[in-house]
């Protein structure tokens, strides 16, 4: 079902020729009124009224009554939501990229004569997903003043435990994507911009019971600044897909909403995430196959923080390579300034020559050196900010937009000459200097506000929104051209995870995580929306639970990653430190010891996580599954347990299990006597090994 964009479709679909302009083709029509008023496919059912409202089931159970799903919003606060039912037609469709499927488009008319046809497509290979989009057109004799749409509007009703969310967009307080729902939970989840800095992030939201649960969101193939509504009511918890699209539709004119999507699912959030990251992979948007590297322990020197010597670093790294972490990442405070991006020649006095040497002697500890860098922000002071001010980003009133951190300005990704400046940069990290991987940081990376800049002669405003995933294809490209097998991390400091952004993303960390929740949370995300062979990181372990939280990545099939200092902490730091700093004690040291080699011994993110197995909400322990080279993995979290584990997804006959932490025997189990009684504290990790092969 190909796209239809706003503007084209306003330019098309006026007067007689409207129905030509839809992305659909008359098929077998069905009279008003007919029994057969459903769209539906082997998991999940739509069905219409005579109003054109919409009930779900799924799986033969009915869980949302007739409702107005699809309306049009009008500038009064009001909406157009009844329309009496005129017609259905349905199609067979043969798509490239994602096969065969049946298309239904119902049609109905207002009493203020607007006209709305709603086209739902289910295809073979994406079972219980309802592809969706509508067409309002004005046939009556009046204009009539829009605010926008809704699309996919559903309550689910109350059931005993509750109900759980999972927002995939940006907030400014950095809130956990996956949270339960309060009595007053209303979150407007907006995929345009929170703040100066914050915004985009994956187009789903998704609200489930213990028994079932709904998503919504958009499949349009570059980012859509879409609204996905959360709100606990009385009755229920409702969801919906919302464009806000100010416009007077005159007679004969049109309105065309994104292609949205309503899918239905059992347990938590990572089914229907994963629903969509195949759907999507078909559309051309997927995860690259991480290289070897990006799997491997990494050490950062943030732990110094801005002002570090490189003689701190350098004398750090016989330690890190001795605890057995193998990347080492020069962090912020290399450059002059953010923008320039200048060597810091009180650092490096020599520039370039000093840089080579540094990764040089990197390499020599048996270290892999990354680099530090945030793109599209220019410095106050910055030669690139006065020189090249035709780089920034503009609003419509002329005034810039502000990365807050750093107390920079935004650059327009959709510029070239913005583009060529950072490419250049890339190539130069990597193919002159050495580095093999860099870090992209910064919590603007996500998204930006559409770009008013005459300079920049875009098309629209939104060109700057919709083509920031082709600034980080560019970078990711300088990248792997000057070294095929570097690795290029994408860290939106706290903010969630632009999903446009994937292909050019070869490791995604849990970027400055407030809590282990958010590590373990995150995770379980973004493994959905990545799939197998992808590399997520815990992010620095200091900024897990207690600081020395790596059960809480490792269990998960995380990269781990630390920012320890050594043999002190930084004399000068720009804030306090935690209690007991960020020095790798001796004791620190044994810990740290013992879960790196745990982590290498088992490489549990080469595994095959399995989200479905577990609903992150509602089962108690929350637990988490990983199958490799025949043996499953679980990870059991909780302040502090003691009673009954069940162990699911085992396969044909007994499995040995194993406390991997603790070194200890649990006896053995099989896929029918599947339980354990355990007590632990935080954590518990369990190998079960078949014990033909133990």
């Not at 057109?137 to 759980?164: C, I, K, M, Y």
């Not at 309105?255 to 051309?284: I, S, V």
């Not at 650092?347 to 040497?357: E, H, L, N, T």
């Amino acid at each position: 079902m190909p796209p239809i964009g706003r503007r084209t479709v306003l330019k098309l679909a006026v007067g007689s020729a409207a129905l030509a302009a839809l992305p659909w083709t008359p098929g077998r029509a069905l009279a008003a009124g007919s029994a057969a008023m459903t769209a539906q496919d082997a998991l999940l059912s739509l069905t219409f009224d005579r109003a054109l409202r919409t009930r779900v089931v799924y799986k033969g159970k009915t869980l949302t009554p007739f409702e107005a799903s699809e309306v049009l919003l009008l500038k009064d606060g009001s909406a157009i939501d009844t329309y009496a039912f005129s017609g259905e037609e349905r199609q067979p469709v043969s798509d490239a990229r994602h096969g065969a499927g049946l298309r239904h488009v119902f049609t109905g008319v207002s009493k203020q004569g607007i006209e709305k046809q709603v086209a739902v497509t289910f295809f073979e290979q994406s079972p219980g997903l309802a592809l969706m989009q509508v067409r309002y057109r004005n046939t009556g004799t009046q204009s009539v003043d829009v605010a926008g749409w809704r699309s996919a509007a559903h309550e689910l009703a109350n059931a005993p435990g509750g109900f759980w969310s999972f927002s995939g967009t940006t907030h400014e307080d950095r809130r956990d994507w996956v949270q339960p729902l309060g009595n007053d939970f209303d979150q407007r989840n907006t995929l345009g911009m929170d703040a100066s800095d914050y915004g985009g992030g994956t187009p789903v939201a998704n609200v489930w019971r213990r028994d079932v649960g709904l998503a919504v969101g958009h499949v349009e193939p570059v980012p859509r600044t879409l609204d996905l509504p959360v709100r606990k009511t009385g009755k229920g918890a409702r969801i919906a897909v919302e464009g806000v699209q100010a416009i007077t539709l005159a007679p004969g004119q049109a309105l065309a909403t994104e292609r949205t999507f309503l899918c239905a699912h059992t347990g938590d959030h990572f089914a229907p995430l994963a629903l969509y990251r195949d759907f999507m992979k078909a559309e051309g948007i997927a995860a690259p196959q991480a290289p070897a590297s990006a799997f491997q322990p990494t050490w950062c020197a943030w732990g110094y923080e801005r002002d570090f010597t490189v003689a701190q670093i350098l004398a750090t790294l016989p330690k890190v390579r001795e605890v057995g972490f193998q990347w080492a990442v020069l962090d912020d405070g290399w450059q002059t300034n953010e923008g320039d991006w200048q060597i810091d020649r009180k650092k490096f006095p020599r520039g370039d020559a000093d840089m080579r040497d540094f990764v040089k002697a990197v390499r020599a500890q048996g270290l892999r050196p990354r680099l530090w860098l945030a793109p599209l922000a220019a410095d106050p002071g910055s030669e690139i900010l006065y020189r090249h001010s035709d780089m920034l980003l503009l609003d419509e009133y002329g005034s810039f937009q502000k990365v807050s951190w750093w107390n920079a300005l935004t650059q327009c990704p959709a510029y070239q000459p913005t583009i060529d400046y950072y490419v250049a940069l890339v190539k130069k990290a990597i193919g002159d200097w050495g580095f093999e991987g860099i870090k992209l940081d910064g919590q603007h990376l996500n998204a930006v506000a559409p770009c008013y800049n005459p300079a920049h002669k875009h098309a629209s405003p939104t060109d700057s929104c919709e083509k920031l995933p082709d600034f980080w294809n560019a970078i990711y490209k300088a990248a792997h051209d000057a070294n095929p097998d570097a690795v290029v991390e994408l860290c939106p400091c706290g903010t969630a995870f632009a999903f446009h952004n994937l292909p050019a993303t070869d490791q995604f960390p849990s970027s400055d995580p407030l809590s282990s929740w958010q590590v373990r949370s995150k995770g379980k995300s973004v493994k959905a929306l990545m799939g197998r062979g992808s590399s997520y990181a815990g992010d620095h372990v200091e900024l897990a639970d207690g600081r020395d939280d790596f059960a809480s990545s490792v269990g998960i099939g995380a990269v781990i990653s630390s920012k320890f200092t050594w043999p002190r902490d930084t004399e000068n730091p720009t804030a306090p430190l935690p209690e007991g700093g960020y020095v790798l004690t001796p004791e620190k040291e044994a810990l740290w010891k013992k879960w790196v080699a745990l982590y290498r011994d088992h490489m549990l993110p080469l595994g095959d996580y399995r989200g479905e197995l577990y609903d992150i909400g509602f089962d108690a322990p929350e637990t988490h599954a990983i199958a490799k080279d025949g043996a499953m993995y679980y990870a059991f979290y909780a302040n502090d347990w003691n009673g009954t584990l069940e162990l699911r997804g085992l396969g044909e006959g007994r499995y040995r299990v194993r406390d991997l932490f603790n070194g200890t025997d649990l006896g053995s189990v099989d896929a029918k006597a599947n339980t354990l009684r355990a007590g632990f504290t935080r954590f518990l990790l369990l190998q079960a090994t078949p014990e033909a092969a133990a």
